[in-house]
């Protein structure tokens, strides 16, 4: 497995200062989730037009990766916002092509959301429409060369609702799960284990944040191995399914400044996880 970490976990940062983060505490990737005030990646001088070559330089030069690209498209939506989020994922797609023709800078996976089911609307009816739009990205990824990872979040944190997504867009071939190992754990209770049999065979891309909490209540996040989220029986079943991808970590400082600085929280986090890698 390999170690990566969001860019949420801070938005003061430089491109610059991640990287020398990442550096600094031994990780071996970068998730881009926006730099400073720019969420899209896709929008962020470093990543668009001329500066785009000169930042993976700084990548390879380094020997870090560009291991995912997070978006904010949701596959559960109103019909009038579809093609909004088409267009984003066909972006975040492009970019993805550029940073796998550059050779040393990663291959990196497409995030998407489940997203909320409108309210009323017949789970089948959702499960339908939301499986059509995941096989429009698989399809817009597919021309690029790259891949779609739909996350266990929103109303699809059960580990059960995403692989009938996921099954239900016909196994798109550019289409896999991205097992967020707190929200299928927080929501339902499922073990690593119980996610696993039901889903493993589509993950490839897995993120890890720790809180403290009991199922179905209350959840404040909280440093790597100091909560109750199942993450050392979680790295446990990777390590026996031979999973060999990436193991990011989600510091959502970004949507939560009340946490502790970034600086902690990743050194924190990489003494944890290699414990059991």
């Known amino acids: 497995m390999q170690n990566a970490f969001s860019t ?19 990780y071996d990737g970068i998730d881009l989730r926006g730099i400073q005030e720019q969420l899209d990646a896709t929008r962020s001088p470093e990543f668009h037009g001329p500066q785009l070559d000169a930042t993976l330089r700084e990548f390879t030069r380094r020997n870090l990766q560009i291991a995912g690209l997070s978006t904010s498209a949701r596959c559960s939506l109103e019909a009038a916002q579809r ?9 975040y797609c492009v970019l993805a092509a550029e940073i796998i023709l550059s050779a040393n800078a990663g291959r990196p996976w497409i995030r998407v959301f489940g997203g909320k089911i409108p ?5 089948d009816v959702a499960l339908t429409q939301a ?21 266990t979040h929103d109303d699809w944190c059960a580990s059960e609702r995403v692989a009938r997504l996921i099954e239900k867009a016909e196994l798109h071939p550019a289409v896999a799960a991205l097992w967020d190992i707190h929200h299928p754990w927080r929501t339902t209770g499922e073990s690593p284990e119980q996610t696993w049999k039901t889903m493993g065979h589509y993950v490839r891309y897995v993120h890890v944040k720790d809180a403290k909490g009991t199922v179905g209540g209350p959840q404040q996040l909280c440093l790597t191995g100091q909560g109750n989220v199942p993450i050392k029986e ?44």
């Open 8 to 26: 949420l976990a801070d938005t003061t940062w430089s491109l610059q200062q991640f990287l020398d983060a990442a550096v600094k505490y031994g």
């Open 83 to 91: 093609q909004d989020h088409l267009d984003e994922v066909t972006r």
């Open 119 to 123: 309210d009323g609307l017949d789970f």
């Open 131 to 151: 499986a059509d739009q995941l096989r429009r990205y698989g399809d817009i990824a597919a021309r690029h060369g790259v891949m779609i990872a739909v996350e």
């Open 234 to 277: 979680a790295l446990e079943v990777l390590t026996a399914n031979n999973y060999d991808g990436w193991l990011t970590l989600e510091w959502e400082k970004r949507w939560h400044p009340e946490l502790p600085d970034a600086d902690k929280a990743l050194a924190a986090h990489i003494k944890y996880v290699k414990q059991y890698l």
